[in-house]
């Protein structure tokens, strides 16, 4: 494959599906869950003021947004913030096109938190940049207390987990229920446990 094609093929992988897949989309949803799409984005208009990006996507019911001063969100088109689901930004937030945050999940971000096109998080998780307090540990002193997280493309993330400051976790991961990921994750791995180990190697997933 020549450099342009190669140049053509990842540009293409990385720009954001075109409003009309979605409305393709939207019209073979039940009618349920067409009221809920339009009523998702209807907060998301009604909400600008809290986002640092035009794209539209869908903001659900009792979904919390804290921005402090200086926080920046960058959200991409066609992201599903679900029901109860909580944003809080000092830092700088990106979700990539497609990116579902599941119900009751919190993103914490500090410093840089940012999650790839096309993942998908779990309910009741927690992503957090920062440890909030400062500690000192006997052995090695005082610990880090920020640091980025950076979430792949095609990332899935089982229920409960908690992705820990730090972390990079790879494209094309699974990220096994409950897990608790304090390092790095390398791509195509499937990792669960506290603290969480990679347990074998990820062909593909299907969203």
């Known amino acids: 494959m020549s450099e342009k094609a190669v140049e053509k093929h990842s540009t293409a992988a ?11 989309m939207f019209w073979r949803f039940p009618l349920r869950d067409r009221v809920i799409f339009s ?14 990006s035009r794209e539209l996507f869908v903001v659900e019911r009792k979904v919390q947004v804290l921005k402090w001063k200086g926080g920046r969100i ?47 998080i779990s309910w009741n998780c ?10 000192w540990l006997e052995e090695t002193g005082e610990t880090e207390i920020e640091a980025p ?25 699974v990220i096994g229920a409950g897990s608790v990921v304090r390092r790095d994750v390398p791509p195509n791995s499937l990792v ?12 593909r997933w299907e969203r």
């Open 14 to 24: 990385v720009s954001p599906p075109s409003y009309s897949h979605f409305w393709t």
């Open 39 to 52: 009523l998702g984005v209807m907060r998301r208009l009604l909400r600008w003021y809290q986002f640092d």
């Open 74 to 120: 960058e959200i991409g088109r066609g992201v599903r913030l679900a029901m109860g689901s909580k944003i809080v930004c000092g830092g700088h937030l990106v979700l990539g096109p497609r990116v579902i945050v599941g119900p009751n999940t919190i993103i914490m971000c500090a410093t840089r938190v940012e999650i790839g096109a096309r993942s998908m």
């Open 126 to 135: 927690s992503i957090f940049d920062s440890i909030g307090h400062r500690l």
């Open 149 to 173: 997280i950076t979430i792949g493309k095609d990332v899935w993330i089982g229920p409960y987990s908690i992705i820990m400051k730090g972390v990079t976790i790879g494209d094309n991961c």
């Open 192 to 203: 669960y446990g506290n603290p969480a180990r990679v347990a074998g190697k990820v062909e």
